[in-house]
């Protein structure tokens, strides 16, 4: 798999974005933001970013944000395949600088990869029940 951010690794279109809302496998908070995570039974990650104008008020920190999230998420994407992942920004986020992103995001892509995938932990119930 490469490291590119194209199309195919991005949520594109409002039934993507809903699927995760409506039904999220997991929830992971962090300073300023919230990972909403759904598995996607793709053979890599997918990612949506919702940066609103209430939470980050001017366009250049918001474009900022985005920008610096997609690079974390191209360089770890390989450590989360089969997750689809909705990014909420949350009010405080523009205040942190471009080194303080990197080190927050690389952190919840860490902390996701150790989630087990859904079907993963099905395995593991049922092996237990065995």
Known sequence: MSRDFGREKRLLTPSQF??????????????????????N????????????????????????????LRETFRLHQMELTGWDIVVIARKGLAELDNPELAKQFAKLWRRLARTPAPDTKQVQSNAADA
């Open 18 to 39: 809903k699927a995760v809302f409506d039904s999220p496998d997991g929830k992971l908070p962090g300073r300023n933001v919230l990972l909403l995570v759904r598995e």
């Open 41 to 68: 039974q793709l053979p890599h990650p997918r990612i949506g970013l919702v940066i609103g104008k209430k939470s980050v008020k001017l366009s250049v920190e918001r474009n900022r944000i985005k920008r610096q």
